[in-house]
């Protein structure tokens, strides 16, 4: 006799190859639609992460390979610490800053120009631009928002920044379409784009039904990364502060399986793949 019970799909942690770290899960000043987080409607909340739970995070790992941390969240430099949690990432590898551009300037850029060179680790951005056109852009987002997005590309450009743009299809537009939008803004700022530079991402609806995953994935980010944040380990920064997500309190003592059991998850294996992470291999 045959069970009707449903039994999730689980994913197994192959290796730690990427360090997310959620700086703030409360603070930011964008507030878009398409955003996955449940931000506090009336008032801030002080949420940002100890650098003394980083430092202990970096203590646990030091027999993993970590190829790049990920300074996530909210809005990751709205952080007090934000340059010396930088600066300490740095030691330990590269270091990619997931960002919607709005504190940066050409004084910011040079700073943080100045701080790789200290470095033998690389700063990676990942810009957030979710439409070609302005309008649409700042429909999901806020007026000025795409403006503001381009200042911050056009500085990163200036100190030789290579910054990837990270596009959530909010609209469902066909990848081509998206391609050949953002290759002609690239080309009005001098901006040699290569696709590499372009990361599209399908955008998770809240209110989307969790479907039964088959085992028909390529990668997942769970598969080669966990999620730091105040309260604990989490599986990835979808699942961040969720407990169907939580593996442990530290990287001293944490699960290493995932279960695959919701809406989240859908989005990321309807991906194809990774979603927060960078493939380094296309880069070789």
Known sequence: MKSNIYQSEVAELKVLN???????????????????????KYKKETDFISIDVIKQALNDTTKDDIECIYLTGAEPMTHPDFNAILRLCLKRSNVCICTNGSFINEKKARFLKRVEEESENEIIFK?????????KNDDIRYRGAYRQAIFALKHLLKYSFNPIITV???YNLPEDEIVQGFGA???????????????????????????EIKNDW?????????ILTATGIYTCPFLAN????????????YNKKSSLETSFCNTCIKSQKQMFSIDFSKFE
């Open 127 to 135: 810009l957030s631009i979710d439409h070609y056109e302005e309008i």
């Open 18 to 40: 990427n360090l997310f770290i959620e700086m703030t899960a409360k603070n930011c000043n964008q507030h878009c639609k398409h955003c996955y987080i449940d931000f506090p």
């Open 242 to 253: 969720d407990y169907r997500g939580r593996c442990g309190s530290s990287f001293g003592d």
């Open 168 to 170: 959530t299809n909010y």
């Open 185 to 211: 803004v690239f080309n009005k700022n001098n901006f040699e784009m290569d696709r590499t530079n372009l990361q599209i991402n399908p955008w998770h609806d809240s209110a989307s039904e969790f479907e």
């Open 218 to 226: 390529d990668k997942l980010d769970c598969e080669y990364g966990r």
